[in-house]
């Protein structure tokens, strides 16, 4: 299995701000995936973050509001810009075995927005 | 869209066995299903998956219907520890871009004292 580190682990931040959420992999995975989890929902793929390339999004997410970085197949970063109070969320850092196909993830980072 | 149904909520008494059903009528036969479980403000954790034979570990079992068109979690001796929300998921094993996992709604499971 991989263990999944996350930062921040929680961070309240006020409107019109920027987070930068990070995620350190301890093995070189090829898939790294972006969730979102809102207030008493289920979880909601953001996007996957591709190693040496743009991040490819899902319906609904659009890089200018969510960036994500992969410099490398072991660290992983998504930025949540000019929050809003609807960005209230979970964000979730997941990877994915290659030859198991389990899903694994972080213990999520919490964003409270004012 | 999820291509699974849950009940939305059960209960289990301490001790006893928790049967959680999950139904996917329409999976495709290179499919697998997984179960993932969420602690209350944890990432989810991967329980268990197959594809046709009943699978086992030292979580939980896992029951697919001959038609594979349902399937039973169980988690034989269930404790407080194991209240949760319970996602069932089918995908494809193999890894290719473009084919997600999607978590539906879930089972809220309440172990009771």
């Known amino acids: 299995s991989a263990v999944i580190s996350q930062k921040p682990s929680r961070d309240i931040c006020q409107r019109g701000t920027s987070l930068t959420i990070q995620c350190q992999v301890d093995?070189?995975?090829?898939?790294m995936f972006w969730y979102r989890q809102q207030p008493g929902q289920s979880l909601t793929l953001i996007a996957t973050a591709n190693q040496g390339s743009e991040a490819t999004y899902e319906s609904g997410f659009v890089i200018d509001k969510f960036p994500i970085s992969r410099p490398n197949l072991t660290f992983s970063t998504l930025t949540v810009s000019n929050m809003s109070p609807e960005d209230s969320s979970i964000y979730l850092c997941?990877?994915?075995?290659?030859?198991?196909?389990?899903?694994?993830f972080g213990e999520g980072s919490r964003l409270t927005v004012l | 869209d999820a291509k699974t149904t849950q009940p939305p909520s059960m209960d289990c008494a301490e001790g006893r066995a928790a049967n959680l059903p999950c139904n996917h009528s329409t999976i495709s036969g290179n499919e697998y299903v997984y179960w993932y479980r969420q602690i209350h403000s944890q990432g989810p954790q991967y329980i268990i998956h197959?594809?046709?034979n009943n699978e086992t570990n030292e979580m939980a079992s896992l029951i697919i219907t001959e038609d594979r068109k349902s399937s039973t979690l169980i988690l034989p001796h269930a404790t407080l520890r194991d209240t949760a929300v319970y996602y069932c998921?089918?995908?494809?094993?193999?890894?290719?871009?473009?084919?997600?996992?999607?978590f539906g709604p879930g089972t809220r499971l309440s172990v009771l004292p």
């Open positions: 998921i089918v995908r494809v094993a193999e890894v290719t871009y473009g084919q997600n996992f999607v």
């Open positions: 997941s990877v994915r075995q290659v030859y198991t196909g389990e899903l694994f």
């Open positions: 197959g594809l046709k």
């Open positions: 093995s070189q995975v090829t898939m």
